[in-house]
């Protein structure tokens, strides 16, 4: 995943612009019931940011991050308020202390990497050098902001102890993997395949719609009113640890 820093303005006009138009569309960016797909906005620009990103919730009460949307990993995690090198970015860091429903993931059978101050730990870097490492934890976690009303499913995320690079430098707080958890020392699901397994969600698929600025991603199924032509399906390969 190639990505580089992005300017100082964390939402632009054209992405502001770009949500409030969502909001007013044909297809409302909210969760849809009586569908069961979730819905949550997009922000961002590749040539000005080079990436895309979205907010979720985590915790009780809820703490938002600004998270990037990665097709090419599993892990979804995001800075700890105690972290030891991390940047300045959207959202403030994660508090663990202020949240009522989080607990550390422990050492043992469900946890495949190594293991500190009793807690699991993650490692991941990525081709253009940037690398996150950290703790994962559970906790409950959401799509979107207060607006979309995604409801919030229980989930395994991480807490960055340390980032570096491009990590450190951009805007959003943190990533936000749509693939499996392959390879990233956690058996368990990752957040995306929890959305999956809920009761709210009716089906494994997600879409991602990209314009200029912004978009719109949907998770349990898609919202044809937004595209121009015709939604194209990638199947999601587990093998590889990568969406493919």
């Known amino acids: 995943m190639a990505r580089r820093r992005g300017p100082p303005l964390p939402r632009s006009p054209g992405a502001l612009a770009a949500a409030l138009g969502l909001l007013l569309g044909r297809g409302r960016t909210v969760y849809n019931a009586s569908l069961q797909v979730e819905a949550c906005r997009i922000y961002g620009n590749i040539d000005s940011f080079a990436y895309f990103y979205v907010d979720i919730l985590v915790g009780t009460p809820p703490q938002r991050a600004s998270v990037i949307l990665d097709t090419g990993s599993g892990v979804t995690a995001f800075p700890c308020a105690r972290c030891s090198h991390c940047g300045e970015h959207i959202d403030p860091a994660f508090n663990f202390s202020e949240t009522s429903t989080a607990r550390w993931v422990p050492c043992g059978a469900d946890c495949h990497s190594s293991c500190k101050d ?4 993650y490692y991941q870097g990525y081709t253009e050098g940037s690398a996150i490492e950290g703790f994962w ?88 009113s937004y595209h121009t032509g015709p939604v194209q399906e990638i199947g999601l390969s587990v093998a590889s640890g990568y969406s493919s």
């Not at 009793?118 to 730990?121: D, I, N, R, S």
């Not at 951009?170 to 397994?197: D, E, N, T, W």
Request: charged share 15%; with cysteine.
């Open 118 to 121: 009793e807690k699991c730990t």
């Open 137 to 224: 934890f559970e906790d409950m976690v959401s799509l979107g902001d207060a607006f979309q009303h995604n409801p919030p499913v229980l989930a395994r995320v991480g807490c960055h102890s340390t980032e570096n690079n491009l990590f450190y430098t951009q805007k959003a707080s943190g990533i936000l993997g749509m693939g499996p958890p392959v390879r990233y020392g956690l058996q368990s699901a990752s957040l995306i395949q929890r959305l999956f397994q809920d009761s709210h969600v009716d089906g494994s698929v997600f879409t991602i719609c990209l314009a200029e600025w912004g978009g719109q991603l949907n998770v349990g199924g898609s919202n044809d």
